[in-house]
Protein backbone atom coordinates (compact mmCIF):
# COMPACT_ATOMS: atom_id res chain seq x y z
CA UNK A 1 0.00 0.00 0.00
CA UNK A 2 1.77 3.17 -1.37
CA UNK A 3 4.99 1.51 -1.91
CA UNK A 4 5.24 2.92 -5.01
CA UNK A 5 4.76 6.25 -3.71
CA UNK A 6 7.07 6.46 -1.01
CA UNK A 7 9.87 4.89 -2.83
CA UNK A 8 9.79 7.65 -5.43
CA UNK A 9 8.93 10.86 -3.93
CA UNK A 10 10.57 12.32 -0.57
CA UNK A 11 7.20 14.03 0.56
CA UNK A 12 5.44 10.82 0.75
CA UNK A 13 8.75 9.24 2.71
CA UNK A 14 8.72 12.52 5.00
CA UNK A 15 5.35 11.96 5.83
CA UNK A 16 5.18 8.29 6.03
CA UNK A 17 8.53 8.57 8.42
CA UNK A 18 6.73 11.70 10.64
CA UNK A 19 3.69 9.19 11.16
CA UNK A 20 5.56 6.26 12.68
CA UNK A 21 7.79 8.71 14.77
CA UNK A 22 4.50 10.03 16.23
CA UNK A 23 2.54 6.60 16.58
CA UNK A 24 5.66 5.26 18.21
CA UNK A 25 5.27 2.53 15.96
CA UNK A 26 5.58 1.94 12.03
CA UNK A 27 2.91 2.43 10.53
CA UNK A 28 4.79 2.83 7.49
CA UNK A 29 6.31 -0.93 7.62
CA UNK A 30 2.31 -2.19 8.08
CA UNK A 31 1.50 -0.32 4.92
CA UNK A 32 4.23 -1.59 2.57
CA UNK A 33 4.26 -5.31 4.20
CA UNK A 34 1.17 -5.84 6.43
CA UNK A 35 -0.91 -8.70 5.71
CA UNK A 36 -4.65 -8.10 5.06
CA UNK A 37 -5.39 -8.97 8.52
CA UNK A 38 -3.23 -6.98 10.08
CA UNK A 39 -4.59 -3.77 8.15
CA UNK A 40 -7.93 -4.82 9.14
CA UNK A 41 -7.76 -4.09 12.17
CA UNK A 42 -9.22 -0.91 13.62
CA UNK A 43 -5.76 -0.11 15.57
CA UNK A 44 -3.90 -0.72 12.47
CA UNK A 45 -6.42 0.30 9.95
CA UNK A 46 -7.17 4.25 10.82
CA UNK A 47 -3.68 5.67 11.35
CA UNK A 48 -2.24 4.04 8.35
CA UNK A 49 -4.64 5.17 5.83
CA UNK A 50 -4.18 8.72 7.09
CA UNK A 51 -0.75 8.33 7.01
CA UNK A 52 -1.05 7.04 3.07
CA UNK A 53 -3.68 9.88 2.27
CA UNK A 54 -1.53 12.47 3.77
CA UNK A 55 1.61 10.93 2.07
CA UNK A 56 -0.59 11.37 -1.46
CA UNK A 57 -1.49 14.83 -1.02
CA UNK A 58 2.56 15.30 -0.21
CA UNK A 59 3.28 14.36 -3.50
CA UNK A 60 0.44 16.21 -5.25
CA UNK A 61 1.43 19.61 -3.92
CA UNK A 62 5.57 18.95 -4.78
CA UNK A 63 3.76 18.96 -7.93
CA UNK A 64 1.40 22.64 -7.27
CA UNK A 65 -1.65 20.89 -6.76
CA UNK A 66 -3.40 22.64 -4.51
CA UNK A 67 -7.85 21.84 -3.94
CA UNK A 68 -10.04 24.50 -4.23
CA UNK A 69 -12.09 22.66 -1.39
CA UNK A 70 -11.77 19.31 0.46
CA UNK A 71 -14.37 16.35 2.02
CA UNK A 72 -13.08 13.08 3.64
CA UNK A 73 -14.77 10.02 4.01
CA UNK A 74 -15.27 9.06 7.87
CA UNK A 75 -11.92 8.62 9.24
CA UNK A 76 -10.98 10.93 5.66
CA UNK A 77 -12.14 13.88 7.06
CA UNK A 78 -9.46 14.34 9.73
CA UNK A 79 -7.06 13.63 6.02
CA UNK A 80 -9.41 16.60 4.93
CA UNK A 81 -9.26 19.01 7.75
CA UNK A 82 -5.38 18.59 7.52
CA UNK A 83 -4.85 19.55 4.23
CA UNK A 84 -7.25 22.50 5.06
CA UNK A 85 -4.73 23.90 7.90
CA UNK A 86 -7.13 22.68 10.57
CA UNK A 87 -5.05 19.62 12.23
CA UNK A 88 -1.79 19.47 11.92
CA UNK A 89 -0.08 16.15 10.62
CA UNK A 90 0.96 15.08 14.23
CA UNK A 91 -2.37 16.24 15.41
CA UNK A 92 -4.58 14.15 13.27
CA UNK A 93 -2.10 10.72 13.52
CA UNK A 94 -2.28 11.24 17.37
CA UNK A 95 -6.33 11.82 17.64
CA UNK A 96 -6.85 9.30 14.85
CA UNK A 97 -4.95 6.66 17.00
CA UNK A 98 -7.47 7.30 19.74
CA UNK A 99 -10.36 7.21 17.78
CA UNK A 100 -9.41 3.85 16.32
CA UNK A 101 -8.95 2.51 19.55
CA UNK A 102 -12.13 4.13 21.63
CA UNK A 103 -13.99 3.05 18.67
CA UNK A 104 -12.75 -0.93 18.93
CA UNK A 105 -13.84 -0.71 22.70
CA UNK A 106 -17.28 1.08 22.22
CA UNK A 107 -19.15 -2.24 20.96
CA UNK A 108 -17.21 -5.99 21.84
CA UNK A 109 -16.09 -7.65 18.71
CA UNK A 110 -18.72 -9.91 16.96
CA UNK A 111 -21.34 -8.04 18.98
CA UNK A 112 -21.43 -4.90 16.21
CA UNK A 113 -22.15 -5.23 12.27
CA UNK A 114 -22.19 -2.92 9.09
CA UNK A 115 -23.84 -4.16 5.66
CA UNK A 116 -24.07 -2.70 2.46
CA UNK A 117 -27.18 -2.23 0.63
CA UNK A 118 -27.73 -1.67 -3.59
CA UNK A 119 -29.76 -0.85 -5.79
CA UNK A 120 -32.50 0.83 -4.31
CA UNK A 121 -32.85 4.64 -2.42
CA UNK A 122 -31.95 5.59 1.02
CA UNK A 123 -35.71 6.51 1.83
CA UNK A 124 -36.00 2.79 1.18
CA UNK A 125 -32.97 1.07 3.28
CA UNK A 126 -34.28 3.63 6.34
CA UNK A 127 -38.06 2.07 5.72
CA UNK A 128 -36.25 -1.60 6.11
CA UNK A 129 -33.98 -0.27 8.95
CA UNK A 130 -37.65 1.18 10.67
CA UNK A 131 -39.57 -2.47 10.48
CA UNK A 132 -36.53 -4.19 12.41
CA UNK A 133 -37.97 -4.85 16.13
CA UNK A 134 -35.68 -7.24 17.48
CA UNK A 135 -32.37 -5.09 17.51
CA UNK A 136 -30.71 -1.38 16.95
CA UNK A 137 -29.57 -1.03 12.86
CA UNK A 138 -29.97 2.60 11.21
CA UNK A 139 -28.75 4.05 7.96
CA UNK A 140 -24.75 5.03 8.71
CA UNK A 141 -23.24 5.53 5.38
CA UNK A 142 -25.19 7.49 2.33
CA UNK A 143 -22.34 6.87 0.00
CA UNK A 144 -24.53 7.49 -3.50
CA UNK A 145 -27.89 7.46 -5.11
CA UNK A 146 -27.69 3.62 -5.33
CA UNK A 147 -25.65 2.57 -2.39
CA UNK A 148 -26.43 3.05 1.57
CA UNK A 149 -24.78 0.99 4.49
CA UNK A 150 -26.43 0.35 7.53
CA UNK A 151 -24.92 0.09 11.12
CA UNK A 152 -25.89 -1.28 14.03
CA UNK A 153 -25.82 -4.58 16.31
CA UNK A 154 -25.56 -8.23 14.94
CA UNK A 155 -29.47 -8.78 14.79
CA UNK A 156 -30.46 -5.74 13.42
CA UNK A 157 -27.99 -5.97 10.24
CA UNK A 158 -29.06 -9.18 10.15
CA UNK A 159 -32.58 -8.52 10.14
CA UNK A 160 -31.67 -5.77 7.37
CA UNK A 161 -29.97 -8.46 5.07
CA UNK A 162 -32.95 -10.84 5.55
CA UNK A 163 -35.52 -8.61 4.50
CA UNK A 164 -33.72 -7.36 1.73
CA UNK A 165 -33.13 -10.99 0.44
CA UNK A 166 -37.22 -11.40 0.86
CA UNK A 167 -37.31 -8.26 -1.16
CA UNK A 168 -34.26 -9.42 -4.04
CA UNK A 169 -32.41 -6.16 -2.92
CA UNK A 170 -28.79 -7.01 -3.53
CA UNK A 171 -27.02 -6.44 -0.05
CA UNK A 172 -23.40 -7.50 1.51
CA UNK A 173 -22.24 -7.49 4.97
CA UNK A 174 -19.18 -5.70 5.23
CA UNK A 175 -15.79 -6.98 6.92
CA UNK A 176 -15.62 -4.21 9.66
CA UNK A 177 -14.94 -4.83 13.43
CA UNK A 178 -17.35 -2.43 14.94
CA UNK A 179 -20.81 -0.78 14.54
CA UNK A 180 -19.26 2.73 13.64
CA UNK A 181 -21.40 6.23 12.62
CA UNK A 182 -24.18 4.62 14.82
CA UNK A 183 -25.57 5.08 18.56
CA UNK A 184 -23.31 2.57 19.63
CA UNK A 185 -19.97 4.86 19.08
CA UNK A 186 -21.05 7.06 21.97
CA UNK A 187 -18.37 5.94 23.99
CA UNK A 188 -15.66 6.31 21.42
CA UNK A 189 -17.44 10.55 20.63
CA UNK A 190 -16.59 11.04 24.53
CA UNK A 191 -13.20 10.07 24.47
CA UNK A 192 -12.99 12.14 21.45
CA UNK A 193 -14.60 14.68 23.17
CA UNK A 194 -12.54 14.72 26.32
CA UNK A 195 -9.25 14.93 24.33
CA UNK A 196 -10.34 17.95 21.57
CA UNK A 197 -9.64 20.72 24.15
CA UNK A 198 -6.16 19.96 24.09
CA UNK A 199 -6.04 20.20 20.15
CA UNK A 200 -5.59 23.62 18.44
CA UNK A 201 -7.41 24.20 15.53
CA UNK A 202 -6.89 26.36 12.99
CA UNK A 203 -9.12 28.29 10.58
CA UNK A 204 -9.73 26.40 7.61
CA UNK A 205 -7.51 27.68 4.40
CA UNK A 206 -10.30 26.02 1.82
CA UNK A 207 -13.42 24.56 2.19
CA UNK A 208 -13.92 21.92 4.02
CA UNK A 209 -16.92 19.86 3.84
CA UNK A 210 -18.04 18.15 6.63
CA UNK A 211 -19.72 14.25 7.07
CA UNK A 212 -21.91 15.33 9.37
CA UNK A 213 -24.38 17.96 7.99
CA UNK A 214 -22.55 17.67 4.17
CA UNK A 215 -21.82 21.77 4.73
CA UNK A 216 -18.08 23.38 5.06
CA UNK A 217 -16.87 24.21 7.92
CA UNK A 218 -17.77 27.49 9.30
CA UNK A 219 -14.68 27.77 11.89
CA UNK A 220 -12.43 26.39 14.19
CA UNK A 221 -14.16 26.71 17.18
CA UNK A 222 -16.93 24.04 15.10
CA UNK A 223 -14.49 21.52 14.62
CA UNK A 224 -14.68 19.57 17.96
CA UNK A 225 -18.31 19.08 18.08
CA UNK A 226 -18.53 18.28 14.26
CA UNK A 227 -15.97 15.79 15.06
CA UNK A 228 -17.71 14.40 17.92
CA UNK A 229 -21.05 13.89 16.12
CA UNK A 230 -19.47 12.43 13.28
CA UNK A 231 -18.14 9.38 15.40
CA UNK A 232 -21.76 8.44 16.37
CA UNK A 233 -23.74 10.10 13.08
CA UNK A 234 -24.29 8.83 9.33
CA UNK A 235 -21.32 10.03 6.94
CA UNK A 236 -23.52 12.01 4.88
CA UNK A 237 -21.53 11.44 1.62
CA UNK A 238 -23.41 11.80 -1.57
CA UNK A 239 -25.38 15.40 -0.08
CA UNK A 240 -21.35 16.05 0.55
CA UNK A 241 -20.59 15.27 -3.62
CA UNK A 242 -23.81 17.37 -4.76
CA UNK A 243 -23.05 20.86 -2.19
CA UNK A 244 -19.64 20.35 -3.59
CA UNK A 245 -20.85 20.14 -7.11
CA UNK A 246 -23.75 22.86 -6.20
CA UNK A 247 -20.83 24.99 -4.87
CA UNK A 248 -18.94 24.82 -8.41
CA UNK A 249 -16.48 21.74 -7.74
CA UNK A 250 -16.29 19.70 -10.82
CA UNK A 251 -13.16 17.52 -10.61
CA UNK A 252 -12.36 15.31 -7.52
CA UNK A 253 -9.45 13.76 -7.26
CA UNK A 254 -9.35 10.64 -4.40
CA UNK A 255 -6.32 10.33 -2.38
CA UNK A 256 -5.12 6.87 -0.87
CA UNK A 257 -5.49 3.33 -1.66
CA UNK A 258 -8.50 1.98 -3.53
CA UNK A 259 -11.10 3.65 -5.75
CA UNK A 260 -14.00 3.51 -3.68
CA UNK A 261 -14.74 6.83 -3.71
CA UNK A 262 -14.28 7.66 -6.80
CA UNK A 263 -17.00 5.38 -7.88
CA UNK A 264 -19.30 7.29 -5.36
CA UNK A 265 -18.57 10.60 -7.30
CA UNK A 266 -19.10 8.82 -10.79
CA UNK A 267 -22.66 7.54 -9.67
CA UNK A 268 -23.50 10.66 -7.90
CA UNK A 269 -22.63 13.71 -10.47
CA UNK A 270 -22.48 12.19 -13.81
CA UNK A 271 -20.59 14.56 -15.32
CA UNK A 272 -17.84 15.36 -12.83
CA UNK A 273 -14.50 14.80 -13.33
CA UNK A 274 -12.69 12.21 -11.34
CA UNK A 275 -9.15 10.51 -10.83
CA UNK A 276 -7.41 9.59 -8.10
CA UNK A 277 -3.60 9.13 -6.76
CA UNK A 278 -2.76 6.05 -5.01
CA UNK A 279 0.68 4.58 -7.06
CA UNK A 280 2.94 5.87 -9.76
CA UNK A 281 0.19 5.20 -12.74
CA UNK A 282 -2.67 6.97 -11.14
CA UNK A 283 -0.57 9.74 -10.05
CA UNK A 284 0.70 10.37 -13.69
CA UNK A 285 -3.33 9.75 -14.90
CA UNK A 286 -4.26 12.28 -12.69
CA UNK A 287 -1.58 14.72 -13.50
CA UNK A 288 -2.26 14.72 -16.78
CA UNK A 289 -6.09 14.89 -16.50
CA UNK A 290 -5.12 18.14 -14.04
CA UNK A 291 -2.91 19.42 -16.62
CA UNK A 292 -0.02 19.51 -14.88
CA UNK A 293 3.28 19.51 -16.48
CA UNK A 294 5.85 16.49 -15.04
Known sequence: MMLELYNNYPAAARMFHQADQVLERSA?????????????????????????????????????????????FSLGEYAA?????????????????????????????????????????????????ATVAGGYVIAANYNSPTQTVVS???????????????????????????????????????KLEQAFPGIPFGEPTVAAYMNVNAEPLANAAATAGLLVRQAMSPVRWQQTLQN???????????????????????????????CRVENQKTLEEALSMLGVQV
Request: some cysteine; glycine content about 8%.
Open 28 to 72: SALCFEGTQEELNMTHNTQPCLLAAELAAHAVLAEFGVKPSAVAG
Open 81 to 129: LTVAGVMTPADALRTVQLRADAMQAAVPVGQGAMAAIMGVSAEEVEAMC
Open 152 to 190: GDVAGVDAVLALAEQKGVRAMRLNVSAPFHSALMEPAAR
Open 244 to 274: MWRDGIDTFVEIGPGSTLSSFVKKTLKEAAV
